[in-house]
């Protein structure tokens, strides 16, 4: 509206000389005319000049008294026509502040007579001072003296009146060609694309702000398991990298070549680099040996263990590999217990689907000391759910090649009303640990978890990948705000 109304006026007109008298003769808001003026200025439709006027306002004091009187009128109202009244009198009918001004002004007025007692000088006066304030608000023009006394009494103050005047552009036309922001497809197929103009980018321009900091619930769920690893003790293991080897995903956990979790239906191998560089070769042997033939107490596998199974990259799919390599750098120094865990990304070669999907979070613990038993892997497990709210657990004998025994995790879901599997633990092999280098009674107790399911429970997700992945619901996010995450 404003922009045809500048446009329009000067098709006809050399100038549009005052932007604030142009808004009030055309009904508009001075605010949208600069706009629009700058907008157009900025296509050099038009040519504009700052033009800049004072003028004054009424502070809060001033507006007061425009509305109730100036405080020299108030007191001189106060004052009874006929006799006096005692000072203290006077001061009981009046606000302080009116009292004070009103007394120094209407003694200086000479308008009363200023003692203990007070009485009139003058029967009637003019509300001057209020007069003057009325016209001020009404955009009237006042003699210089009349404002320099306003001024001095901090009724009023100057203000900066911004405007522009106004004339055609090089660019200018009646109508602003409408230019292009996106590049359609119509665009392409009708082939206007090429008598369009598009509008520049503005680098300058700033985003709109963000409401506030917010967190992915994968994370603050993340540093929630992390906030009880350590309030239980636990150093967090380096998490490596996601490539890696099979020896260390699968061979030095006393997994056999032929396991089916091996195959590439459920393993991701990498093509390129699609081997290992470097592998501890007196340890590769001793697990060779273990796996072939046995010994600490097993009798092993008893197959044909091939190097070129072991050195297969994949990406990694549990980070037990994560805890395997830990343990092995450990079993070299001389023995000390330890506590420790680790959150990272594991991959699998799985369908997805509401609930899987082929790359994930595990959670991951582990205990190492003398002489731990099966009691000792449930009463930490206890400990450690039950900080996370879950306290009614159950343990399902299970099987894993690298710990025996070994135990399926569960917990009754009181909103689903059933027992739901939330991890898998045991202890690990002497096949596994001995090879390390390990003491023989040196015992580790062991647990992995998804991140992903309990924070999908926490959160009330019934669909994984409104969690994670390209397909997320980025109002989960904003509903994490930053400052819950507890860092
Ligand atoms: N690696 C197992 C979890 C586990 C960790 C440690 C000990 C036992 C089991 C899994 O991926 O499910």
Redesign the pocket.
């Known amino acids: 509206m404003a922009e045809d109304a500048i446009l329009g006026y000067l098709a006809t007109h050399d100038e549009i000389s005052d932007s604030g008298i142009f808004a009030s003769q055309h009904g508009l808001q001075h605010n949208d005319v600069v706009n629009v003026i700058k907008s157009l200025h900025g296509f050099r439709y038009i040519d504009a000049e700052d033009i800049k006027r004072e003028s004054w306002v009424l502070t809060d004091e001033g507006k007061k008294y425009a509305a109730e009187g100036s405080p020299e009128v108030q007191l001189f109202l106060a004052v009874p026509p006929e006799g006096s009244i005692s000072k203290d009198e006077l001061q009981k009918k009046l606000d302080p502040s009116v009292f004070k001004i009103g007394c120094s002004q209407a003694g200086k007025n000479k308008w009363v007579d200023m003692g203990k007692q007070v009485s009139r000088k003058v029967q009637h006066v003019e509300d001057k001072v209020k007069d003057l304030l009325i016209r001020i608000q009404d955009g009237q023009e006042l003699r210089k003296e009349d404002l320099t006394s306003l001024k001095a009494r901090k009724l009023i103050v100057a203000q900066t009146w911004k405007g522009y005047s106004v004339r055609k552009g090089p660019n200018y036309a009646p109508n602003r060609k409408k230019v292009a922001t996106d590049l359609t497809r119509e665009n392409l197929q009708k082939g206007d694309w090429k008598d369009l103009e598009f509008k520049e980018y503005n680098f300058n321009a700033k985003g709109p702000p963000a409401e506030a900091g917010h967190v992915h619930p994968l994370l603050k769920v993340k540093q929630q398991f992390r906030n009880i690893f350590v309030q239980m003790g636990f150093e967090e293991m380096p998490t490596n990298n996601y490539v890696e080897s099979s020896f260390w995903n699968f061979d030095a956990l006393f997994q056999p070549q032929q396991h089916p979790a091996r195959d590439s239906h459920d393993t991701f191998f990498l093509e390129a680099p699609s081997t290992t560089k470097q592998l501890p070769e007196d340890y590769v042997e001793l697990v060779k040996n273990v796996h072939k033939d046995g010994g600490y107490g097993s009798r092993g596998y008893n197959y044909d263990w091939k190097r070129e199974e072991a050195d297969k990259n994949l990406l990694r799919?549990?980070?037990?590999a994560v805890?395997t390599r830990m343990l092995y750098a450990l079993a070299k120094e001389s023995f000390a217990p330890k506590r420790y865990f680790s959150i990272d990304r594991?991959f699998r070669n799985e369908s997805v689907d509401r609930t899987h999907l082929a790359e994930f979070h595990?959670i991951?613990g582990?205990v190492c000391d003398r002489g731990l038993t099966l009691g000792d892997l449930i009463g930490v497990l206890d400990d450690f759910f039950s900080r996370l709210g879950m306290s009614k657990l159950k343990f399902k004998p299970a099987y894993?090649p690298?710990?025996e025994p070994?135990m399926e995790i569960f917990s009754y879901h009181e909103g689903l009303g059933k027992w739901v599997e939330i991890?898998?633990?045991?202890m690990?092999r002497p096949e596994m640990l001995l090879p390390m280098g390990f003491p023989e009674d040196v015992c580790v107790i062991?647990?992995?978890?998804s991140l992903e399911r309990p924070t999908m429970i926490l959160n009330g997700i019934d669909n994984i990948r409104d969690l994670f992945g390209h397909k997320v619901d980025l109002s989960l996010i904003k509903r994490n705000p930053i400052c819950r995450i507890g860092l």
Not at 317 to 320: I, P, S
Not at 423 to 426: A, C, E, R
Not at 446 to 449: D, E, R, V
Request: proline share 0%; charged share 5%.
């Open positions: 799919t549990h980070t037990t805890s594991v595990q991951e582990l894993n690298y710990t070994s991890g898998n633990s045991g690990f062991a647990w992995g978890l």
